[in-house]
Every structure is written in structure tokens, then in C-alpha cells.
């Protein structure tokens, strides 16, 4: 079979018999004039659980010293639904939700004290599951 009817005429305009990508990502049979989908590429889910950063992050710290946390939203969907927990083991510390303009969330411990030093965890929350920041903090060893 020649280059230009399997590919399409030259003109660029034809019966091609290759794979086109659609518009939200989904794989679309190149036919002329068909909008055939191919049944082994998976379509994009239309709820997502969030995609968070840090996923994990140790960090150490001295006795009285602030320790700031931020948990960053890289994608969501629905977008509109995010809530946050924070929590230090399993006690919730705060609890809020995401504004229209905002992709983040911090929590501060302003002086840690010994009680402090554990695995603070930051929740974001969609109706499609829950994304995860998870913060090991640690002595700092000249303490």
C-alpha cells in the first residue's frame, strides 16, 4: 500500500488509518469522516483524587525552633470539593478547605517542643479520594 493512502493524500486530506488523539485525551480511530474510539487506551476519569507534593519529607529540627509544613495541590478534579486535615498522628491539629485562587496549605508548629517530633500528615480531600503530604519531624542530633 502506498505512503499516501495509508497516511492520507498529499493534500494532507484522505483515508488515513492511524491513531488521532482527541481533544480530552482519549485515542480516536483515524477513519475518514469516523469518530471510532479504540477500546485499549484508557479515557481520562472525570473525578481524580489529588496529586499532592511533598509526598514526603523529613525534616529536623532543635527544640523551640518553628517548624513551617506546606502541602501544594498539583491537580485535582473536581477542583471546586478540596478540603485539608492536618493531623500529628492521628489527632486532628486544623481542618479547612481550598479557596478558588489558593493551591496550597501551611501549618506551623511555631516552637516545637518534644511532644512535636512525629509524622504530621496533610489530607487533601476530593468526592474521587484523598492526596497525601506526609512530614517526618525529627530531633535535631545537637539537641
Known sequence: MPDDERYGNEDGKGAGHYPLLDEIGGWLAGMEG???????????SSSDPPTVEPAFLETRQGLSRPVVMTCRVL????????????RLSNRLLHAGAFTEHKDQTEYTVRSLNREGWGEYTCNVINEAGTGKCTFHVTRRTSD
Not at 469516523?34 to 481520562?44: D, G, L, M
Request: with cysteine; proline share 13%; aromatic share 8%.
Open 34 to 44: 469516523a469518530k471510532e474510539e479504540c477500546s485499549e487506551v484508557p479515557r481520562p
Open 75 to 86: 491537580r485535582a478534579h473536581p477542583s471546586r470539593v478540596l478540603r485539608f486535615e492536618w
